[in-house]
């Protein structure tokens, strides 16, 4: 059964840092990409942070770029995200994503690319 598990979330002040994890098995165990995406409520998904697996090509939104790092360990089958320099506006749930089909690089933050979801992990940051 494919499955997605998020850890690593929690609450910090303003120019801390957080590393997310995802854990992955099953089905999500060889993405071929998979990406870090942020909703806070009443709002739309936001890709944040995507990697290509294969050739590790990442990709970022231009609000976490230069502050957010994206990788993979691929003999745990774990993604992360390493959050440096976090501000108050990074607040939301962070949520992992998974695709088994390669996509073009334009793709790769869009949450609709994404078939396979984690039930996502709370980020806080206060000023």
């Not at 089909?101 to 039930?119: D, E, F, K």
Request: net charge negative.
């Amino acid at each position: 059964q494919a499955q997605l598990v998020e850890s690593g979330g929690g609450s910090v002040e303003a120019g801390g840092s957080l590393r997310l994890s995802c854990a992955t098995s099953g089905y999500t165990s060889d993405s071929a990409i998979m990406g870090w995406f942020r909703q806070g409520l009443g709002q739309g998904r936001e890709g944040v942070a995507a990697i290509s697996i294969g050739d590790d090509d990442t990709v970022y939104a231009d609000s976490v770029k230069g502050r957010f790092s994206i990788s993979r360990d691929n003999t745990n089958n774990t993604l992360y995200l390493q959050m440096n320099s976090l501000q108050p506006e990074d607040t939301d749930m962070y949520y992992c994503a998974a695709r088994k089909v390669a996509l073009p690089r334009h793709w790769l933050l869009s949450s609709t690319s994404y078939t396979h979801w984690g039930q996502g992990t709370q980020v806080s940051v206060s000023s």
